[in-house]
């Protein structure tokens, strides 16, 4: 239900889905002659997408999602194994043609084959099955090991874990496949923006990990001001930023995460 629910919440919040309301509102109001109405919805609607396309807002919300956890240095000597969560491939088009195709967060996987390559000994556990409502289509554990394989990768390294619909399925399941033991070191391998609600849900599970962020959305030297990327990428930031945010507050609303913004074990804010 908790899936469903924030699925369905997201229509309406992300800034596209919010602009589209806000116009409909306003051709609604101007049809019944409340014209300071419409005129309202219509600039708010208007202020949505100045905000989200063409101004920085989106990579100020990602940039400190981002720089919350690093890289560990130095890097560890032995890893027992590598976590990667879904999300990084195109699901319903790689059903549909039986490939890999990557999405924007497909540095995912191209790191863990990087990985994979660095440390050979490591198991390497996929997390990730069909989680989207409204579209079919192959979940990221059932695909991503023909890329892997096609990129070297032994399969019988690969543990797939293709149940989990979302963050907290992901920690839960692969906490249940793994179980591992005490002393063993486990890289967890997701976009640098995710990463923050990823270690709060796999803490909470039981399972440590070591955070090993990629797919970096920022530079992370953005001021507020006019956007230098394209409309688009800043839509896009904009939208990632505030469900990123919007996610961290639900996770620990309904106890899923023992902290509002979970830090590394370093940090002390």
Known sequence: MFHFVSAIGWLFLQPLGLAAILIAVSVVTA?????????????????????SAWTTLGALLLGPL????????????????????GGG???????????????ASGDRF????????????????????????????EGDADTAPRLLMALGVDPERLILENRSRDTYENARFSSEMVQPAEGETWLL??????????????????????????????????????????????????TVGIREWLGLAAYWFAGRTDVFLPASDTRTD
Do not use: C
């Not at 956890?69 to 976590?83: A, L, N, R, S, Y």
């Not at 491939?89 to 999405?103: F, K, Q, T, V």
């Not at 953005?222 to 839509?235: F, H, Q, R, T, V």
């Open 66 to 85: 981002e720089d919350r956890f690093q890289k560990p240095d130095p890097v560890p000597e032995t890893v027992h194994g590598i976590v990667v969560l």
């Open 189 to 238: 391998v997701t976009s640098a923006f995710h990463m923050p609600r990823a270690v709060g849900v796999f803490r909470k599970a039981g399972f440590p990990v070591t955070p090993w962020p990629v797919d970096y959305k920022t530079a992370g030297n953005e001021k507020p001001g006019l956007a230098e990327d394209n409309a688009l990428d800043s839509l896009r930031n904009l």
């Open 89 to 103: 491939l195109e699901g319903s088009i790689n059903s549909a043609r039986g490939g890999h195709e990557l999405n």
């Open 31 to 51: 049809f019944f002659g409340w014209r300071r109405l419409s005129m309202t919805a219509g600039g708010l609607s208007f202020i949505v997408l100045f905000l």
């Open 110 to 137: 191209v790191e863990t084959a990087i990985l994979a390559r660095r440390f050979p000994q490591a198991k390497i556990l996929i997390s990730g099955g069909q989680g989207a409502v409204f579209l079919a289509g």
